[in-house]
Every structure is written in C-alpha cells, then in structure tokens.
C-alpha cells in the first residue's frame, strides 16, 4: 500500500496542467476530433492496465477528462502523481 501524500506533497508534485479536487488529480486533455480523444483514452486504459492504476475517463466531444485517486488509501499517493507524469509523457 501507498501512503497519502501531505498537501504540501501534492502541491510540490503536481505536474503542470493537472489539478487537486479533493482526493483527487485531474487533468482535462483537448483534441480537435472526437475520434483523437477516443484514441487517446484507449491508450490511457491501455497504460492504466499495465500499470494497474486506473483513473476515472470521461470521454467528452472534444476533450478527455482523467481522475486519479488511490480508493484503497481513500487520497492522492505517490501512485497517482506517477500516472499523472506518464500520461504527460505519453502527450
């Protein structure tokens, strides 16, 4: 198991264009066609299974919004910064 990070954690790691809601991360990606955000939500499950970090994906016109929470620890872990940075990477 992850332990919780502080705020002052969270805040210090948060990747740019992610933010805090609560316990958890979010970040809304945009796309100019529907089809490219459909693509790039596939490849967020697709890393989310190998990753086994899953975050919740709402799939919008021209945007994809991306959660990440760890519900075991009930907050933000270390776990969901990393997936956060990923899917920056993978960008």
Known sequence: MADLLSDEEIEAQLPDGWEREGDEIVRTF???????????????????????HHPTIVIGYEEVEVRFTSHEEGGITEDDVEMAQILDDEQ
């Not at 796309?31 to 890393?47: K, R």
């Open 30 to 52: 945009e796309f100019d066609e529907y089809l490219d955000g459909v693509a790039f939500a596939q490849s967020v499950g697709e890393i989310a299974e190998h990753q086994f």
